[in-house]
């Protein structure tokens, strides 16, 4: 499998979103990577799949953010996302938020797992149990 751009979603900074300093709110930056993350599972194939037929969640567990230069009222960011995995049973997604003139504004990373609801226990496998829910782990992972 080779590399492809990741997928990306275009954000506009809205002026609600800025703190007292005049620039974007620490906090809004990880719901950029959130909308994301979001829309990357909605188009693999949607949370709405077998996983939630089955009783099963992706869940953050964890998340790192570096910033890099600040955002202000009007910015318009593109929020790439791409998932990666390894063994046990976590995964991890990470977001660049770019400016539109190719400033990199802030690099998030997340570790994920899948959560089974009822038992409220993280499932093995999150990658075979994504690919047997139906996602496209090409999509997923940026892979062609």
């Known amino acids: ?8 979603v275009r954000v506009k900074v809205r002026h609600y979103e800025i703190d007292s300093l005049g620039h974007v709110n620490h ?7 959130e909308i994301a993350r979001l829309e990357l599972f909605e188009v ?3 949370l709405d799949s077998t996983l939630r037929a089955e009783g099963i969640a992706p ?4 998340s790192h953010i570096v910033y890099r230069r600040e955002l202000r009222a009007g910015d318009e960011v593109d929020v790439s996302c791409r998932a990666t995995f390894g063994d046990g049973k976590v995964f ?3 977001n660049g938020i770019v400016k539109v003139d190719g400033t990199v504004a802030a690099e998030i990373k997340c570790t994920l797992g899948l959560m089974d609801l009822n038992r409220r226990k ?3 496998a999150p990658r075979d ?11 997923l992972c940026g892979t062609a």
């Open 27 to 33: 906090a809004v930056y990880h719901q950029y990577g």
């Open 59 to 62: 869940v953050l567990l964890e």
């Open 44 to 46: 693999a194939g949607g």
């Open 129 to 139: 149990r994504i690919a047997e829910a139906g996602l496209d782990l090409d999509v």
């Open 92 to 94: 991890w997604m990470s």
């Open 1 to 8: 499998m080779s590399e492809r751009d990741p997928f990306r």
């Open 122 to 124: 993280l499932v093995p």
